[in-house]
């Protein structure tokens, strides 16, 4: 992960450099000084570029002086609007425009400390790469080098002591990233889960059921997932007891289909290689999970995440079958690739039998629909409580991980109707079918106040976007960091 340093510095010696320009204002001291020591080439190239400091834009010069082997220009857009988000997509685009280079340095001007630090967070975010299974690895390295990065701003001392948190925040991001983008043959449920284990360094709790357990607990909708692959389910608890004791625990469940076939109802085969990155839910809580005990947050908290692969064998589960859920309902199984919210009906349930949190938020993969009404820039919220549709929806536009909340209702509900079982798992037809399977997964939360937020459409980036990489994007765990420092952290 790119390291991070800050410094009051305002006089870059060389090297490659990067210089935040915001729109329509003076420039700043450091654009000036630099300008000045390559004769001007700044100053010829933004205008030749046609380069305003406009938001999301920039201008790079390349070798201007044999003291700068590279000059980045990025745009702040006016000064008034720079928040949080649009600082971390300035940081982001300046280390991915540096990305060449070993080290570096980043102007940030007259920031305050805390945007300055959201500028790093966003830098260190621009500069991930997973590269971990590619062939020609010592190419590669030379087009993703950058490993320090010194922050120059008038503020430094702010932003040192804010960097701390802001970094936990990184390296849940970075998690979350590196699960979704293995390869399934890979990160099986089993391995997720082990791999989930290494977090008990950090403070959590971690505890692992497999099968057996599952079976004794009566995970029936989940263990039909799971029964046509070779690969052993799991579930993982995580738990951070930051807050007061004794007091319930806020719950994060994500869905972990570590690959998703569609069962006996098949997938197509074009694009079924992106179903390695079914389990983002599950990445996300697991990134969550590490951020909140990596910052010491002062809440008590609980993520569990329900681990399978859907998979075509002889011993896979039908289009037909009946499955008994933990909580006792009976599930008829029409298709076997709505399998994500068979999943979570039992780890939701489990949740609030176990735990009686004070709310729960799940994510998953959980629609194709969701694509088709939001696209690739909103993730669906689905909610039985206002209060926290609003204040997630909050957090997420202070993080640029936007929400948009769907509707449900009573006559989406009647659309579940079976013949033979308490339920059917989709409700026969292609109309709502986000919102159908957010009216199943309500199902099995009872009066807890919930979300469903569905990401099917923002867990993995087609094409680099806002300062980040192409790939697995980590929607969600800046998002809900916000969301519990918002309103649930204890002094």
Not at 17 to 28: M, N
Not at 109 to 125: C, F, I, Q, T
Not at 164 to 187: F, I, K
Not at 336 to 345: C, F, M, Q, S
Request: hydrophobic share 45%; proline share 3%.
């Amino acid at each position: 992960m790119l390291q991070i340093s800050f410094s009051t510095q305002t006089q870059p010696t060389g090297g490659a450099l990067a210089i935040l320009v915001p729109e329509g204002d003076a420039r700043s001291a450091v654009f000036h000084a630099v300008d000045k020591a390559t004769h001007g080439a700044l100053s010829r190239s933004a205008e030749a570029d046609g380069f305003k400091g406009k938001d999301g834009t920039s201008c790079v010069v390349l070798a201007p002086s044999a003291q700068f082997e590279r000059v980045v220009l990025v745009g702040l857009g006016k000064s008034a609007d720079v928040d949080a988000w649009v600082a971390e997509k300035a940081g982001g685009l300046a280390a991915s425009l540096l990305s060449r280079a070993p080290a570096a340095a980043l102007a940030v001007g007259d920031l305050s400390g805390e945007l300055a630090a959201h500028v790093a967070l966003g830098a260190v975010l621009g500069a991930y790469h997973f590269g971990l299974y590619q062939k020609t690895a010592a190419e590669e390295d030379k087009k993703h080098r950058l490993a320090d990065l010194a922050v120059l701003g008038e503020h430094a001392s702010v932003s040192e002591a804010l960097w701390p948190s802001l970094q936990a925040v990184a390296r849940g991001v970075v998690l979350t990233r590196d699960l979704v983008s293995e390869p399934a043959n890979v990160l099986t449920p089993a391995e997720f889960a082990e791999r989930a284990t290494t977090l008990r360094a950090h403070g959590l709790e971690v505890e692992v059921m497999d099968r057996a357990a599952m079976t004794t607990l009566g995970f029936g909708a989940l263990l039909g997932v799971a029964q046509g692959s070779a690969n052993e389910p799991r579930m993982v608890v995580m738990r951070w007891n930051g807050g007061k004791e004794g007091e319930a625990p806020l719950a994060f469940v994500g869905k972990g289909v570590t690959f998703d076939s569609g069962g006996i109802s098949i997938k197509p085969a074009a694009g079924m290689e992106d179903m390695k990155w079914d389990m983002a839910g599950a990445a996300t809580v697991t990134g969550l999970m590490t951020t909140l005990a990596l910052r010491k947050a002062a809440v008590n908290a609980v993520g569990l995440v329900g681990l399978v692969e859907n998979m075509v064998s002889g011993t896979a589960q039908r289009p037909g079958d009946v499955v008994r859920s933990a909580s006792g309902q009976t599930i008829e199984v029409l298709n076997t690739d709505a399998e994500g919210r068979l999943v979570l009906a039992d780890v939701l349930w489990y949740a609030r039998d176990r735990f009686a949190p004070r709310l729960m938020v799940d994510l998953a993969t959980l629609t194709g629909a969701i694509i088709v009404g939001l696209g690739h820039e909103y993730a669906g919220l689905f909610s039985n409580d206002d209060a926290l549709a609003v204040g997630l929806a909050d957090a997420g536009a202070f993080t640029g991980e936007k929400l948009w909340r769907m509707p449900m209702g009573k006559e989406y509900d009647a659309l579940l109707k079976s013949d033979i079982a308490d339920m059917q798992n989709i409700s026969g037809g292609r109309a709502g079918g986000s919102i159908t399977a957010a009216q199943f997964l309500k199902r099995f939360v009872g009066e807890t106040p919930w979300a469903h937020l569905d990401i099917a459409g923002v867990a993995w980036a087609s094409k680099a976007k806002n300062g980040q990489p192409k790939g697995a994007t980590g929607f969600g765990v800046r998002l809900l960091d916000r969301f519990v420092r918002n309103g649930f952290e204890q002094g």
